[in-house]
């Protein structure tokens, strides 16, 4: 099921695009959340420019991939996806955090067509996403009933969507309770039309992961909930696309699946890197952005 | 006795959630989409759980933050879910995924809350803080009816109103039957059910019924006393509350749940803005709830929170005289 090495090169070139989409959106109040962003790119890449049902002209298609961003901090990368998608004029990577703009500082689906949740506070988007997960079943389990009864309708419309939902998961998030709530859910209603994919990325706001809580062993854990567990190298485009098409194809097994994908934060600055970076700000931010310029080249 | 307005006719007490069940289950055959999000807190009043609906029953066990996101996003996919449970446990426990999921973009979902000064749960069930903290939240519709009457219209009103949600099941001895099958019942819209001359107790829910016997102990005193249903605390219907001051020039707020943040602030605010008037709230005083016995002789709990005919007739004296005081 390998990919060829042209499909591979093309998205890892998109994906320097995205970089530099991020890199004007951090530019404009000096500020983002460039760790998370920066980590988690190759996969927003691999999902809207590869992998997802999605239509850049009608984002509100029924019959759409779902995606939570529940680390919805990092919703900078999939609005660099969208304008690159065309869905938004390139100026308006320049509007981020702007009054107004729909690329508000944290996701929010009201504002924003392309966006399937406002997220920020975590913990929250696996139950929102098991959910949409939970409508896509639903549609196909219902029957109208057998027994008459003339105050149900005789007739009932349901047109049935077929869809998957994508939920993106931060390692720190993990220490939120709901989440395991949620992993509970989806098992329990069997939707093997949800997949998780958690932007293992080791860093925290306040230090590393597993040393502020110890979400170890994480694939253990995923495993004694019920789901089906895939680990990845998150920046490894040949891995992603192979790891997605695989839960893609076990449609049907009434397993929810994770994707453990191993990242780094900050990724590909050096100085994000070494200083594991989760919010830029001013001068380290500024010349973070530098060097990403040097590197990816400014496109503008 | 007290007269009153058109659509009032005072009657036996019946249990309000009596009226939320009704109006639910005839919500729920008409609509497929609608569904019940269970918590593990069914109550026997709601009557949602018959055979031929049995797949559209989402039992999400104890954890009421993911139940809050799971409903938010089955309404993002065009259903209508409903929570039914203790306002503390679905609400207040899952405030911020209320917040965050379900009212920054006003997904349809409702909620059946039971909160109220009542019985012996407890200060962990019997909260009365929790329906003042969701006034602050913006999209959210609050409802607190009267009586069972009132209850099945509201919770029909709310079920086909397109937006997030809440009726209120209020923990409580059960009210009067006060409203009429034909009375007409809209969201954001108070409901005087007499108009008085001396002043106006401004009440909701429960607390309606305890007014109702206040206006006849003032009576007895030669005090014409009006009363003012605010059944809907978001959207406030400022225009009628207005209006009743500028009639009787003393208000009296009277509500079963902490005074903090409800409809006593909600009216004081409107007043303030609008026509300062006389105010004394009725209401529990800061104050968390505990266990109390209820029985038709006694009910511990309104004694101790002054919540009971005498401490509204007591407030509305204590307001007259503020008022005469500023003449």
């Given at each position: ?15 320097k695009?995205?970089?530099?989409d ?6 404009t ?12 790119l190759?996969?927003?890449t ?42 938004y ?50 549609k ?5 009933p ?44 069997k ?15 306040d ?48 397993k929810?699946?994770?994707i ?22 001013g ?15 400014d496109?503008? | 006795?007290?007269?009153?307005n ?12 009596k ?27 709601i ?14 066990g ?26 503390f ?19 349809n ?14 200060v ?56 009429t ?50 059944s ?11 209006a ?56 511990e ?15 509305v004296?204590?307001?007259?005289k ?6």
């Amino acid at each position: 099921m390998s990919h060829s090495d042209a499909l591979v090169q093309e998205l890892e070139a998109k994906a320097k695009v995205l970089v530099n989409d991020c890199l004007d959106q951090f530019c404009t109040f000096s500020q983002g959340h460039v760790g998370g962003t920066m980590s988690v790119l190759e996969i927003i890449t691999a999902l809207y420019f590869h992998h997802l049902r999605f239509d850049p002209k009608n984002p509100d298609w029924p019959e759409r991939d779902r995606v939570v961003m529940s680390k919805a901090h990092c919703c900078e990368a999939i609005y660099a996806a969208l304008v690159e998608l065309g869905m938004y004029p390139r100026e308006t990577l320049r509007t981020y955090y702007c009054h107004a703009s729909p690329f508000q500082g944290h996701a929010d689906r009201w504002c924003t067509p392309g966006i399937d949740f406002s997220g920020g506070s975590l913990g929250q988007g696996l139950s929102f996403a098991a959910g949409l997960a939970l409508a896509e079943k639903l549609k196909i389990k219902y029957n109208p009933p057998s027994r008459q009864d003339t105050f149900l309708p005789r007739y009932i419309v349901r047109y049935n969507p077929k869809f998957r939902t994508y939920c993106i998961l931060g390692d720190g998030e993990l220490h939120e309770g709901q989440v395991w709530e949620a992993a509970m859910f989806a098992t329990k209603f069997k939707l093997d039309n949800l997949i998780a994919i958690v932007d293992y990325n080791k860093w925290s706001l306040d230090g590393p992961t597993n040393d502020i809580m110890p979400i170890e062993p994480l694939v253990d854990k995923w495993k004694a909930f019920g789901w089906t567990v895939y680990e990845i190298d998150g920046h490894d485009m040949h891995q992603i696309l192979d790891a997605l098409d695989l839960v893609s194809k076990q449609y049907g097994d009434n397993k929810p699946k994770v994707i453990i994908a191993h990242t780094v934060k900050g990724r590909g600055v050096s100085n994000w890197e070494e200083l594991h970076m989760h919010l830029g700000r001013g001068e380290e931010m500024m010349k973070g952005v530098r060097e990403g310029r040097a590197k990816y080249g400014d496109l503008e | 006795m007290a007269t009153w307005n058109k659509h009032v006719a005072i009657g036996e007490p019946a249990m309000t959630g009596k009226g939320i069940g009704k109006a639910i289950k005839a919500a729920f055959q008409k609509d497929p989409k609608a569904l019940a999000i269970l918590e593990d807190m069914q109550f026997p009043e709601i009557e949602w759980f018959t055979d031929n609906m049995f797949d559209r029953m989402i039992e999400c066990g104890i954890a009421e933050q993911n139940g809050a996101c799971v409903a938010a996003a089955l309404a993002a996919e065009g259903f209508t879910p409903v929570i039914n449970n203790f306002l503390f446990a679905s609400m207040s426990r899952a405030y911020n995924q209320i917040r965050q999921s379900i009212l920054v973009d006003r997904f349809n979902v409702k909620f059946i809350a039971r909160e109220g000064v009542w019985g012996e749960v407890g200060v962990s069930h019997a909260t009365v803080e929790g329906w003042g903290s969701l006034r602050v939240l913006p999209n959210l519709v609050m409802l607190n009816p009267a009586d069972a009457v009132e209850a099945e219209k509201a919770t029909e009103a709310m079920m086909q109103y397109i937006g997030p949600a809440v009726i209120k099941q209020e923990m409580s001895p059960d009210p009067f039957t006060i409203f009429t099958q034909d009375y007409p019942f809209n969201i954001g819209k108070a409901y005087s059910l007499r108009d008085g001359r001396d002043a106006t107790i401004i009440a909701t829910g429960y607390m309606v019924t305890e007014a109702i016997r206040a206006v006849d102990l003032l009576e007895k005193e030669g005090l014409d006393v009006g009363v003012l249903n605010v059944s809907t605390l978001k959207p406030l219907d400022q225009e009628a509350i207005v209006a009743a001051a500028e009639r009787t020039g003393a208000i009296v707020t009277a509500e079963n749940s902490s005074d903090i943040n409800g409809l006593g602030d909600a009216v004081a605010c409107a007043l303030c803005e609008n026509l300062p008037t006389p105010l004394v709230k009725v209401g529990v005083e800061d104050e968390f709830g505990q266990s109390g016995l209820v029985t038709d002789e006694k009910d511990e709990l309104r004694e101790h929170f002054a919540l009971a005919a005498k401490d509204v007739a007591d407030a509305v004296k204590k307001c007259i005289k503020k008022k005469e005081a500023l003449r």
